[in-house]
């Protein structure tokens, strides 16, 4: 990381403030009035992904050509949003949180929905399982989970008891240039002004006064646990044929999702169950990892923009 470079300064101040739902205090950030919503340009909900926050969304926000009310919130344990009391998270959780939150500041009003990574795999879901509330939908690469045999359920479920029994920590920082310094080592292709902004959404300072400096990552744990559940990809795609709204999804020319999951599943199945979907507009933005929304937010503001607007 170029430590000279100071921090990135935000051309659009977002507003935070907090909702409870389902019991829980979520975070909400929102960049622009609402009165800039209309039929045809309705509020753009953007939905992180897993070990994300709802503020990693600045840089393509500042670089939209015009400004939109645009609406974005840190999932359950992540960010400022509350930690939950139980020990898993579970996909239908975050499910039932977007539709309380949009229950509370949207109402019935449709909307444009855009979800990166594990925010992705939500909105799929969300846009199948409520149509009329999309108007259009943005997956970036949310690119679900590889297909499991039913044999591995008894493993699976055994896997998560014995976890259960464990300790799961997140790693300390030094300091928010070390926060700065690991996100850049995850992610070459990110920006030294954009990662030091970004470890001080990602992290906060810990400690009494008068102690070390400390920074710890705003995330909860528990989220390194796995569920007990298999991923069944058949109701997956059930849900993914009653989308409605026209689909745009965006992926990064580096992203290799054989990191994650090996041989066990590939780019060309992930478009083949994505032929189940009425209209589905597809770009690769470059160059661009995972993290494209950091990588190059200005490309991916331009796609939205003549995606959303079209």
């Known amino acids: 990381m170029n430590e000279a470079l100071p921090p990135y300064q935000p051309r659009r101040m977002a507003a935070s403030r907090f909702i409870s739902v389902r019991g829980l205090r979520h975070h909400v950030l929102t960049w622009g009035d609402p009165a ?27 670089a939209l050509p015009s400004e939109r009310h645009v609406i974005a919130f840190d999932w359950r344990g992540f ?25 509370q500041l949207v ?28 108007r259009k939908l943005v997956n970036l690469e949310g690119f679900g989970m590889p297909r499991v045999d039913p044999s591995q359920a008894a493993k699976r479920f055994v896997q998560w008891l014995d976890d259960l029994k464990s300790t799961h920590a997140l790693k300390p920082y030094l300091s928010a240039e070390a926060v700065a310094a690991r996100l850049q080592k995850t992610n070459p292709l990110l920006r030294g002004d954009r990662a030091a902004w ?12 008068g102690e070390a400096e400390s920074w710890e990552l705003l995330a909860d744990p528990a989220h390194k646990r796995s569920t007990p559940v298999l991923y069944h990809v058949e109701d997956v795609l059930e849900i993914w044929k009653q989308i409605s709204a026209p689909v745009l999804w965006v992926e990064g020319d580096q992203t290799d999702i054989g990191r994650w999951w090996g041989k066990r599943y590939t780019k060309a199945e992930f478009h083949e ?12 933005l470059a160059p661009a990892g995972h993290m494209l929304h950091h990588d190059q937010p200005e490309q991916l503001a331009t796609r939205l923009d003549a995606f959303l607007n079209g």
């Open 36 to 62: 800039l919503a209309t039929p045809t340009r309705p509020p753009l909900v953007m939905l992180h992904g897993w070990m994300d926050v709802a503020a990693s969304f600045q840089f393509v926000v500042d």
């Open 79 to 103: 960010g400022l949003t509350d930690t939950p009391a139980g020990d898993t998270y579970w996909i239908p959780d975050y499910v039932g949180d977007l539709d309380g939150v949009l229950d």
């Open 107 to 134: 109402h019935e009003q449709p909307i444009d929905l855009l979800g990166h990574s594990m925010g992705g795999n939500v909105v799929m879901l969300y846009a199948g399982l409520r149509p009329t509330r999309i």
């Open 198 to 209: 970004l470890a001080r959404q990602w992290a906060r300072q810990a400690g009494a006064p």
């Open 273 to 284: 169950r994505l032929k189940v979907v009425a209209q589905v507009e597809k770009h690769v």
